[in-house]
């Protein structure tokens, strides 16, 4: 069975910096997207250099500061937790270049993004109000999407970032939807992160990935903090009633740029009165 579900740990990495996830092409079937989830207590600085990937630091909650040699980014985020629903702040950083981030507030909790890069960008601060905000979806399918590096910014040379609500009772990513046949313009070949948060935090939800020809095809009961990684494939998401969906997702692949294929078989609920 391929391991796509990665479970919450805590392994503290120094005193005041506590890694959840940190998921990567040497533990998961990714050849271009990674992700980091990183808790901080008040003054701990977690540093890191970056060889060839770009990275995205999102101020999941909590307060920030974020260093890359001139820039100098202080006090970012905007709620305490993800379910305040506001889009937050976040900084690209491209290729070969070291940064530090360090906690303003109590407690912070960051999202590092990571996809290949080749081409130096500017270092850049995305802030709440970049973000673009959308709502999709009807009946029983509606989420709400804050756009923190979609396809139109062109801040990045591999990454796409964004996040995602639904509620109790709602399906997302759906009808399922895949991404990953190199056939543009009509597909293109993109893997994904989710990173999942529930509230209440015992809830759950779940996780389908699935193929055509159902060589995979696995569902996951998914819990807070919880990362789902979709190499290839559909991959829709439920949500029980009584708790509501937060998930960021991290994509990639060699073009940048987001064209998906509906499973036939249930593309039909899109088109409902």
């Known amino acids: 069975m391929t391991e796509l579900k990665f479970q919450a740990q805590k392994q503290e990495l120094k005193p005041g910096i506590t890694v959840i ?16 989830l990183i808790q901080l207590q008040k003054d701990a600085t977690y540093t890191e250099t970056l ?4 990275v995205c630091v999102v101020a999941l909650s909590g307060h920030i500061n974020v260093v890359e040699g001139e820039h100098h980014f202080e006090n970012i985020g905007t709620r305490d937790s993800v379910f305040a629903k506001r889009p937050t702040d976040s900084v690209y950083i ?20 990571y996809a290949p890069s080749s081409k130096q960008l500017p270092t850049k601060l995305i802030s709440a109000a970049d973000n673009t905000i959308e ?14 590096l ?9 990454l796409l970032v964004v996040e995602v609500y639904t509620d109790g ?11 990953d046949h190199d056939n543009l313009p009509t597909e293109s070949s993109l893997e994904e992160i989710y990173l999942h948060k529930i509230e209440p935090k015992q809830g759950f939800v779940f996780h389908r990935v699935y193929t055509d020809d159902r060589s995979l095809d696995e569902t996951m009961s998914v819990e807070n903090n919880d990362v789902v990684v979709v190499p290839k494939g ?18 990639a692949g ?3 740029t987001w064209k998906f294929h509906n499973d036939p078989d249930h593309e039909w609920i899109l088109h409902r009165k």
């Open 254 to 256: 060699p073009v940048r």
């Open 94 to 113: 491209s290729n070969d270049h070291t940064y530090q981030v360090t906690a303003v507030t109590e407690k912070a909790e960051v999202v590092l993004c």
């Open 150 to 158: 979609p396809e139109d910014n062109p801040s990045a040379n591999s």
């Open 51 to 54: 060889n060839q990937i770009e």
């Open 21 to 36: 996830q940190d998921v990567t092409n040497n533990n998961a079937p990714l050849k271009y997207a990674g992700l980091k």
């Open 169 to 179: 009772g709602n399906f997302s990513s759906y009808p399922p939807h895949r991404h």
């Open 135 to 148: 709502d999709r979806g009807n009946h029983s399918i509606k989420r709400h999407v804050h756009n923190i």
């Open 234 to 251: 559909y991959h829709p998401v439920g949500v029980p009633d009584g708790y509501n969906s937060y998930y960021l997702n991290v994509m």
